[in-house]
Every structure is written in structure tokens, then in C-alpha cells.
């Protein structure tokens, strides 16, 4: 189980980042 | 683990190399989405964007979250319709018997639990009956997320659209009502349930040698479940 809970934090948290990110973008009107 | 660690890079190379490729991908949508952005653009006798502005732009919003949406459905529905439903012969099923979440002893559960199940699987109560659902939960989570943000990104790229035309914009329940909305839904939709479905079916009569997602290269076509 070398860093495979890294690599699982790591997806998660580019995959909310790229929500929050798109919502972000949405809500400015851009 | 039983398995002798061999390394970062080669214990999470499919993660890894998913996730670089990934990364490309995503550049590649970028520079191509810009690119076919402004040919719109010119088309319609608007100005040109640079790729900061496409970036930071709803409209390359919206068409990666319709991507992410389906992908995270399909994951989502797939979970969920393999504990209920079999399909004799695929590698992607259980065995035709075995439908439904099965007994805490044959899922290690509770006082079944071995001395290195998760903490979660033995403890019993709200968090068993958590864990025992959490990769569900999360991939239908992250699926109502990306589809939240499709619309909201979505919405504003509608609008974009309608201002250049000379049009008026809608409101957020107007877009959620809009066929553009369900347009990019349910394209993204169909394309996942038909490469799921032929996935379970074609590996009942196919192998792919070395692979987990295939059966052994000479397992029966009648046999279900039997990975490589």
C-alpha cells in the first residue's frame, strides 16, 4: 500500500477542485 | 496487504499513468476547444479569445463537466446494477445466484471480519452500513456534483451565446428546462450505457490475456465472474 492513500487524496481533490472550479466560472457569468 | 511493496511509481502505475494522460487530455481539449471557440467566434464577427480568456471561460466549463458527469453516472449506475443484476458468462458479473448484497460472512462484515479487514467493516452499526455503501455514495456524489456544474457552467455559456446573438439570457431554472441542457445530458448519457452494456456482454465470448477486466483465456463462455 506504498502512497496508493496519496494517490486516492490526490483524485479527490482534483476532482472537486475542477467542480468547485466550473461552478465558480458558472456563477461569474464568464 | 499480503503483495511486497516494489515502489511508488510501479504500486500505483495505473492510477498514475491514468492520471498523466489524463492531464494531457485535458490540454489537448484546451488548445483544440480555444481553437474551435474562436472559429465560432470569427463566424459570428465577434472577436477572437486568447487560451487564459477560453480557460477561465464557462463555455470550456461546461464541456469538461458534461464529460465528467457521464463518466461518474456510469460508474455510479454500474456499482449499483452489478449487486442486483447478472450477465451469465461476463467477466463484469457476479455468478447468476449471487444477486443481491449477500451475508455479512460472505462479505467479511461485522464479527466475520478478518484481523486486516478496514476498521470500518468490523466496527458494525452507521459506519458499516456506511462503508459497505461508500464507493457508491461517492461516485453518485461526484456524479450530482459534476451535473450541478454543468448546469451552473452550462447556464452562463447559454447566456454567452444568447448576448452574442443578440438575445435575451435565461434563468437558471429557464437553462435547466433548455434542450441545450438536456441535449448535452443525454449525449454524454447514451454513449456510457452502450459502452457498458457491450463491455459485459462482449466479455463473454472475448479475452483480453493478462487482463482483470477479461476472463482467463480458456475459461468456458458459460462461466461468470472468472478473472484473469
Known amino acids: 500500500m506504498n502512497g496508493a492513500r496519496a494517490v486516492f487524496w490526490l483524485y479527490l481533490v482534483v476532482i472537486l477542485v475542477g467542480v468547485a472550479y466550473a461552478i465558480a466560472l458558472g456563477l461569474m457569468g464568464r | 496487504m499480503s503483495e511486497k511493496s516494489r515502489g511508488f511509481l510501479r504500486d500505483n502505475a495505473l492510477s498514475l499513468a491514468f492520471g498523466a494522460v489524463f492531464l494531457a487530455t485535458l490540454g489537448g481539449q484546451a488548445l483544440s476547444g480555444v481553437a474551435d471557440f474562436n472559429a465560432q467566434q470569427v463566424a459570428d464577427g465577434l472577436d477572437p479569445i486568447s487560451l487564459g480568456e477560453y480557460l477561465t471561460s464557462s463555455s470550456f466549463g461546461v464541456d469538461v463537466m458534461e464529460n465528467w458527469q457521464s463518466e461518474y453516472l456510469q460508474f455510479f449506475l454500474y456499482i449499483f446494477a452489478t449487486v442486483w443484476l447478472v450477465q451469465r458468462g461476463s467477466s463484469e458479473s457476479k455468478k447468476p445466484g449471487e444477486e443481491g448484497t449477500e451475508s455479512d460472512k460472505e462479505q467479511r462484515v461485522g464479527r466475520f471480519a478478518d484481523d486486516d479487514s478496514p476498521e470500518w467493516a468490523r466496527r458494525g452499526g452507521w459506519r458499516t452500513a456506511v462503508f459497505s455503501r461508500s464507493l457508491g455514495l461517492l461516485m453518485g456524489g461526484l ?86
Open chain 2, 143 to 228: 456524479f450530482l456534483l459534476t451535473w450541478a456544474a454543468s448546469a451552473v457552467a452550462g447556464w452562463a455559456a447559454y447566456n454567452s451565446d444568447q448576448l452574442g446573438q443578440l438575445e435575451d439570457p435565461v434563468g437558471f431554472l429557464g437553462y435547466l428546462a433548455a434542450p441545450d441542457f438536456w441535449n448535452r445530458s443525454f449525449q454524454n448519457w447514451q454513449s456510457e450505457m452502450l459502452a457498458v452494456g457491450s463491455m459485459a456482454v462482449f466479455s463473454v465470448y472475448l479475452r483480453q490475456r493478462g487482463s482483470p477486466e477479461s476472463k482467463l483465456v480458456g475459461t468456458a463462455h458459460a462461466e461468470t465472474g472468472q478473472t484473469g
